[in-house]
């Protein structure tokens, strides 16, 4: 029977845990993660092990033949599979199979919300095992696929545990107080605090115990410690989290921020700007993937790729109104500019106004400005920006050789590409006939060195000239500008900064990217080192 309100909430955690209604894993399963935790774990009792459940011997060999995992050779027996997987991988499958006990198909209310909490956890375990297949074999991504599937087991469990009751007072309920203060509330504990009991009780790992209990924190708090890496499970459950999030949130208005999960794709673990489109996109067939593995009903959620689509286009109109609101919110905009602009007919009038005509990205009158209030911002937010000077090497040789029309088509390639490498919200502005700057607000400088090295490479793989033995590439200039205590740096000191940088890219021969970043009042200079291939 399902439990009143009145009961569940009289209901301590440790209750919880202990309830009938919370399946143990099954022997087969404790003797796997047993074997799984030792740091030279046995094939022969793990292989003797699974074949006392056929059941789970028959799934394990089928999710080895699966297109899930890409095996180029066929397993024919449970003796081929386990060395070909890893114990970490069938530990993860053994408990990914017991976990999917976790459902309810006879309710149609609850069935309802026990596919919205599975789809959010298959995301969150698809999106941990994504992070993790990009370190180069430094963590193992079926680990953190278990973790990130784990994270969220409370929700599942309370729901599995209190029923409708659940439903009723922490999943339906729309205000202003997350799911996580709803269960407080009521409960006087959370989900995350279940998730991590659960754990403990099944003898996992204190490394997945400690990680779930942070995976709610803000992205904020995550991308300025220093000791957070690209390596960090705690990083990687708190990036999944807001994936999700952001996921679920999209799929109703397409107009939802992103900045926090691209702030902790980019900022950690060194996402390009054109790569976190494709995470989001790709995430969407993978949990359809999982489903089916595990046999889990996660409904029919809509097709994100279309969704995000429209995200994208939205966000882009949503982010070109805010640049424009940079200049018009800046007091150093003449009084008679600033009138001439809010009195305009039409967007279209205010944006040309401040757009180049060759290249349509902003021009050299909007940047001062704009970059003033983009300054005035990272002071109130204390958050660091940078600004780019790209200045195309040997460009007026080609003009005299190849003619202005080709090298206005390259102009207007090269425009593509900049945008192409930096998020919607940054901004591109034509700064000279063949200089450019990029302002960027939030950023650290291992983004600032990522988006620097994928520029020059695009530059150099892409621009072809009529002459194939000549390579266009390109010389870039950094500020960093990090807002300290008691010193505001001015716009135009910004760019100088920044043009003398470029200059000194140039004297080196170009194809280099300088930076100059403030430290104790004084602008110090660093090469900055090609972290991608060229």
């Known amino acids: 029977m399902d439990y009143s309100p009145e009961q569940i909430v009289a209901y301590s955690l440790e209750s919880i845990l202990a309830s009938e209604r919370i399946p143990s894993l099954p022997e087969v399963a404790a003797r796997i993660v047993e074997i799984a935790r030792d740091p030279d774990p046995n094939y022969d009792q793990l292989i003797e092990t699974i074949r006392t459940d056929p059941a789970i011997a028959g799934r394990i060999v089928k999710t080895a033949n699966s297109a899930l995992l890409g095996m180029r050779t066929r397993a024919n027996s449970i003796e081929q599979a386990v060395p070909r997987l890893g114990t970490t991988m069938v530990r993860t499958l053994v408990l990914g199979f017991c976990l999917a006990e976790y459902q309810n198909r006879n309710s149609l209310n609850l069935r309802r919300s026990y596919q919205m909490v599975w789809r959010e956890s298959l995301t969150q375990a698809a999106v941990a095992e994504a992070l993790a297949e990009r370190q180069g074999g430094k963590v193992d991504p079926a680990n953190w696929f278990l973790a990130g599937l784990l994270q969220d087991i409370g929700r599942l469990a309370l729901l599995h545990t209190c029923g409708e009751a659940y439903v009723e007072n922490v999943l339906e309920p729309e205000d202003e107080r997350t799911q996580r203060q709803r269960e407080q509330e009521w409960l006087g504990f959370t989900h995350v605090e279940v998730s991590q009991g659960l754990c403990r009780k099944w003898n996992l790992e204190s490394e997945f115990v400690d990680a779930i209990g942070v995976h709610h924190a803000s992205a904020h708090r995550v991308v300025p410690l220093k000791f ?31 900045e926090h999960v691209e702030r902790l794709l980019m900022q950690v673990f060194a996402f390009r ?103 005035d911002q990272a002071h109130q937010h204390q958050v660091p920006i940078g600004l780019l000077l790209i200045d195309l090497d040997k460009f007026r040789g080609l003009n005299q050789e190849a003619g202005p029309q080709f ?128």
Request: hydrophobic letters at 40%; proline letters at 4%; charged letters at 25%.
């Open 228 to 258: 957070v890496s690209s390596t960090s499970l705690p990083a990687a459950l708190i990036t999944a989290t807001h994936v999700s999030e952001y996921l679920e949130e999209v799929s109703h208005n397409p107009g939802s921020s992103r």
């Open 407 to 534: 090298c206005n088509m390259l102009l207007q390639k090269v425009t593509a590409i900049l945008r192409e490498c930096v998020r919607l919200s940054d901004s591109v502005v034509r700064y000279g006939a063949d200089e450019f700057v990029i302002t960027l607000k939030d950023v650290n400088s291992d983004m600032l060195t990522m988006v620097c090295d994928q520029i020059r490479s695009r530059i150099r793989s892409e621009l072809l000239t009529p002459d194939p033995s000549r390579q266009i590439t390109c010389s870039i200039g950094v500020a960093y500008y990090t807002p300290q205590s008691g010193i505001a740096v001015r716009a135009d000191s910004l760019i100088r900064e920044a043009d003398k940088s470029v200059s000194a890219a140039r004297r080196k021969g170009g194809d280099q990217t300088i930076m100059t970043f403030l430290e104790g009042g004084r602008w110090l200079t660093q090469v900055l080192e090609a972290t991608i291939a060229k």
């Open 273 to 375: 700007p054109n790569d976190v489109f494709r995470l989001l996109a790709d995430i969407d067939s993978r949990v359809g993937e999982l489903s089916a593995t595990f046999g889990i009903d996660v409904g029919r959620p809509p097709a994100m790729e279309s969704i995000l689509a429209e995200a994208q286009e939205l966000l882009g109109q949503i982010a070109l109104a805010s640049q424009m609101r940079l200049v018009n919110a800046n007091p150093g905009i003449e009084r008679l500019e600033r009138i001439r602009l809010e009195t305009a007919e039409s967007q279209h009038v205010r944006e040309a106004a401040w757009k180049d005509n060759l290249t349509g990205a902003f021009n050299r009158g909007w940047l001062e400005p704009a970059l003033s209030s983009v300054i």
